[in-house]
C-alpha cells in the first residue's frame, strides 16, 4: 500500500538560509499535518490542512508557511532559519471522512541547521 | 489546553514478560480517540492502537491491549509476551477533537526490551 512520502529525508542548512519540505499525502487522503520533533522531545503539531485550505495553525514560527496544493501535497517553507529549527518534520495524513480519524506519518524530514 | 501526560520516562522488561505504560489525559471534549505510537530508532511513527471514547471496550491489538478509564481519563498500554523488537519510544496522544483532528502528544516513554 502507497505511503506518506516526504522528500527530502535529511537536509543540512546554514543559519539564514531557507527550506523547502514536501509531503505527498496517501492517494485520496484530503488532510495533511504538519509536526516537529525536536531532539529527545514529542512530536509538536505546526499546521494542517483541509481540502487545500489551512484548518488549524499551532506553534509555528511566523518565520514558516506553508500550503496545500491542487494534488494535494504540502509543502513547508522555513525562512531565516534557526539553529533551533533543527529537528525531525514529520507529515501526516489522513481521510476526513474516515471513521476512524487515523493519521498515517511519513519517515520525516530531518533538517540539521548548522 | 488540553494535555497528555506520560509519568515514565523510562522502562524496561525482560523478553517475554509483560509491561504497562501509563498515559493520563485531560480534555473537555465528549467524543475523541486516543493512540499509542511506536517510534522505534529509525525515527518513523507506528500507530500500535487506538481507542474511541465513546467505545467501552478495550481496544486489543495482538499482544498490545489498552486499559481505557474513561471517568479518570486514564489510558494505558499493556504489551504482552514482550520481544525485542517492541524496543522504541511509545507516545501516548489524542486527538484535539472538533474541525481539526490534531494530534497532542505525552512527553514519551522510553521502553527497553532485555534478552
Known amino acids: 500500500a502507497a505511503g506518506v512520502i516526504q522528500s527530502p529525508r535529511h537536509l543540512i542548512k546554514e543559519k539564514r538560509e531557507t527550506a523547502t519540505l514536501k509531503c505527498y499525502p496517501i492517494?485520496?487522503?484530503?488532510?495533511v499535518y504538519w509536526y516537529q520533533q525536536g531532539p529527545g522531545q514529542d512530536p509538536q503539531f505546526l499546521i494542517s490542512?483541509?481540502?487545500?485550505?489551512?484548518?488549524d495553525k499551532g506553534s509555528i514560527p511566523d518565520r514558516f508557511s506553508a500550503q496545500q496544493f491542487s494534488d494535494y501535497h504540502s509543502e513547508l517553507n522555513m525562512s531565516s532559519l534557526e539553529l533551533g529549527d533543527s529537528a525531525l518534520y514529520f507529515c501526516?495524513?489522513?481521510?476526513?471522512?474516515?471513521?476512524?480519524?487515523?493519521?498515517?506519518f511519513g519517515p520525516g524530514t530531518r533538517l540539521t541547521v548548522l | 489546553a488540553q494535555t497528555v501526560t506520560q509519568s515514565q520516562p523510562e522502562m524496561s522488561v525482560q523478553e517475554a514478560e509483560t509491561v504497562t505504560l501509563s498515559c493520563t489525559y485531560d480534555?473537555?471534549?465528549?467524543?475523541?480517540?486516543l493512540f499509542w505510537y511506536k517510534q522505534p530508532p529509525s525515527r518513523q511513527m507506528i500507530l500500535v492502537i487506538r481507542?474511541?471514547?465513546?467505545?467501552?471496550q478495550n481496544a486489543t491489538e495482538n499482544r498490545f491491549s489498552v486499559n481505557f478509564q474513561k471517568a479518570a481519563k486514564s489510558f494505558s498500554l499493556k504489551i504482552s509476551d514482550s520481544q525485542l523488537g517492541d524496543t522504541a519510544m511509545y507516545f501516548c496522544?489524542?486527538?484535539?477533537?472538533?474541525?481539526?483532528?490534531?494530534?497532542?502528544f505525552g512527553t514519551g516513554t522510553l521502553l527497553a526490551v532485555q534478552p
Open positions: 480534555t473537555s471534549e465528549n467524543n475523541y480517540y
Open positions: 496522544a489524542q486527538d484535539y477533537g472538533g474541525a481539526t483532528n490534531k494530534l497532542i
Open positions: 490542512f483541509y481540502e487545500k485550505m489551512q484548518s
Open positions: 501526516a495524513s489522513s481521510l476526513a471522512s474516515g471513521s476512524y480519524n487515523e493519521q498515517f
Open positions: 492517494p485520496r487522503h484530503d488532510t
Open positions: 481507542q474511541e471514547a465513546y467505545k467501552q
